[in-house]
């Protein structure tokens, strides 16, 4: 197939050489020219993955048009914040019969919607598979390998893709729930976020393992009342994702909460990090619609008051460790246990 993958970072960059390496046809597209891992001269794809060598067949452009030109796919794997402005830019240059395949997680801000949402907004009938999953670009580079899942309402659009992507090195599921996929990959940054402040303080191994699994009881809440199934929360969108973005040090996520642990500002984690983290903006969406939808989400609270409102690290930990104590089943509203329960 001939692809467009829109965004020149590590995630955008790891994706357009693992297709080339299916012997895809691709373009690759970056924002700024000196971002993109074609710098003349080089043969390496530097400033990305400047301990790579460039693949053959590796094209780069500033051009939006340029790169979508004739696309049979379109692989998105920009930053949440954006999603919308790119899709705009889009449309007048988009192919009539494209396939998009969402890669990037998070949730807008301040609309709270799921990235699908947003690209259903300006392209309601375009075809649409999700793409999401336990995945470090560093790990796809290096040929390590990974499974991850492909999900649209069209099953025939998720196959497609599971085919298109499917390798030796990389498992392919298929899926029909966009919902909880897309939202089990925007909730496990806040967790992972979570997961890096406890181990900042010194919590130690234990902590992290009990937060991780109330993390997983936090995102199967709120993600059943957003219309995610609890299977897709408990395979590799969900819990995959969690385990891997909470206990490893190559997500950015995870180290903001690493940083902050430790007793350094979020501007100075961030601009040590360098890169977008997207479960620093996801927290706002993620404790809007928690208290809208009056879903008990006490890590994620702590994780937005931490962030956005000055709270300790340390005081965030004691308090959640303070909570009135309750049986660890949930049960919601219709008696099914860990439902979205209501905030006590």
């Not at 947003?118 to 999953?133: D, F, N």
């Not at 991780?212 to 957003?226: N, Q, S, V, Y």
């Not at 620093?280 to 409102?309: H, K």
Request: aromatic share 4%; with cysteine.
């Amino acid at each position: 197939m001939r692809w467009a993958v829109l965004g020149g970072g590590h995630w955008g960059t790891a994706l357009a050489v693992y297709l080339l390496r299916q012997r895809h046809m691709v373009q690759l597209w970056g924002r700024r020219a000196e971002r993109l891992p074609c710098q003349p001269g080089r043969t390496d794809l530097f400033p990305v993955f400047p301990e790579c060598a460039r693949p053959e067949g590796l094209h780069c452009t500033v051009d939006l048009a340029a790169a979508v030109q004739g696309g049979e796919g379109i692989v998105l794997a920009v930053p949440s914040h954006a999603l919308r402005g790119l899709l705009t830019h889009l449309l007048p240059c988009l192919p009539s019969t494209a396939l998009f395949v969402l890669a990037s997680k998070g949730l807008e801000v301040p609309s709270a919607l799921r990235l699908d949402q947003v690209l259903r907004e300006i392209l309601p009938e375009a075809p649409l598979v999700v793409l999401s999953g336990p995945s470090f670009a560093h790990d796809l580079m290096l040929g390590k390998p990974l499974a991850m899942t492909a999900a649209s309402t069209d099953p025939t659009y998720a196959q497609r893709v599971a085919e298109a992507f499917g390798s030796a090195q990389m498992r392919v599921y298929t899926s029909d729930d966009v919902a909880g996929v897309c939202l089990g990959g925007a909730i496990k940054n806040v967790l992972a976020i979570a997961a890096g402040i406890s181990d900042g303080l010194g919590n130690g191994d234990s902590a992290r393992a009990a937060l991780i699994t109330r993390g997983m009881a936090e995102l199967h809440r709120l993600g059943t009342a957003l219309g995610g199934r609890t299977e897709t929360f408990m395979g590799l969108a969900g819990a995959g994702d969690l385990i891997l973005t909470s206990c490893s040090d190559l997500s950015r996520n995870r180290r903001v909460g690493l940083g902050l642990g430790s007793g350094l500002s979020l501007e100075a984690v961030l601009r040590g990090i360098g890169e977008e983290a997207e479960g620093v903006r996801t927290a706002q969406a993620l404790f809007q619609l928690a208290q809208s939808l009056g879903v008990d989400m006490p890590i994620t609270e702590q994780v937005y008051r931490v962030l956005f409102e000055g709270a300790a690290p340390r005081a965030a930990s004691d308090e959640l460790m303070r909570r009135a104590l309750r049986s660890e089943l949930h049960v919601s509203d219709d008696g099914t246990p860990g439902g979205a329960a209501r905030t006590e």
